[in-house]
T-cell receptor, first 114, second 113 residues
Framework: DTAVSQTPKYLVTQMGNDKSIKCEQN?????MYWYKQDSKKFLKIMFS???????INETVPNRFSPKSPDKAHLNLHINSLELGDSAVYFC?????????????FGSGTRLTVV | AQSVAQPEDQVNVAEGNPLTVKCTYS??????LFWYVQYPNRGLQFLLK??????LVKGSYGFEAEFNKSQTSFHLKKPSALVSDSALYFC???????????FGAGTILRVKS
């Protein structure tokens, strides 16, 4: 019973391709997030959705487009992949955008662009 | 803007010795503070949090952290380190009205037997 699940776990693709990463949570949380962890392990928020509405959109190239079909799902689509997009992408969820319960993270998607 | 600093890239400690992983924060207003641990090729796991109340917070796996408002610190501690504690530790902060967690750069903890 994985609380926050991401697919795929690994993704190797060529420059210029378009790819998607999917995330689902079964915790009944209202808010979901995408974080990017770079090669130096630094974690930076990319997007956040609360009840299917975008509430955080950090400075991210518009090649990245999140989509939340319902509050249990948050997908990330990336167009025209570049070498610099190689990273681990983590999905997370929380009870609400201002929740003090912290986040529950997925196990990550390691994206390698060659 | 809220931020956290983890001044040590790596902390080395012998098994059985006490460990401390340092974190300082900067927020406007009262902070919500968190510690997470990341094992190799895994997601982040919640260890503990400070929201309000007692300055000493106890968490998972025997870890604890002390909130110090005057020093704006939230150091992670454990009385006796285990080799299995070796991992990457992240401090994170959110201000009371903020809608995102901001993470520090992480500290690698290595516990040697």
């Amino acid at each position: 019973d994985t609380a926050v699940s991401q697919t795929p776990k690994y993704l190797v693709t060529q420059m210029g391709n378009d790819k998607s990463i999917k995330c689902e949570q079964n915790l009944g949380h209202d808010t979901m997030y995408w974080y990017k962890q770079d090669s130096k392990k630094f974690l930076k928020i990319m997007f956040s959705y609360n009840n299917k509405e975008l509430i955080i959109n950090e400075t991210v190239p518009n090649r990245f487009s999140p989509k939340s079909p319902d509050k249990a799902h948050l997908n990330l689509h990336i167009n025209s992949l570049e070498l610099g997009d190689s990273a681990v992408y983590f999905c997370a969820s929380s009870q609400g955008p201002s929740s003090h319960y912290g986040y529950t993270f997925g196990s990550g998607t390691r994206l390698t662009v060659v | 803007a809220q931020s956290v600093a983890q001044p040590e890239d790596q902390v080395n400690v012998a098994e059985g010795n006490p460990l401390t992983v340092k974190c300082t924060y900067s927020v406007s207003g009262n902070p919500y503070l968190f510690w997470y641990v990341q094992y190799p090729n895994r997601g982040l796991q919640f260890l503990l949090k400070y929201i309000t109340g007692d300055n000493l917070v106890k968490g998972s796996y025997g870890f604890e952290a002390e909130f110090n408002k005057s020093q704006t610190s939230f150091h992670l501690k454990k009385p006796s380190a285990l080799v299995s504690d070796s991992a990457l530790y992240f401090c994170a902060v959110r201000d009371k009205y903020g809608n995102k967690l901001v993470f520090g750069a992480g500290t690698i903890l290595r516990v040697k037997s």
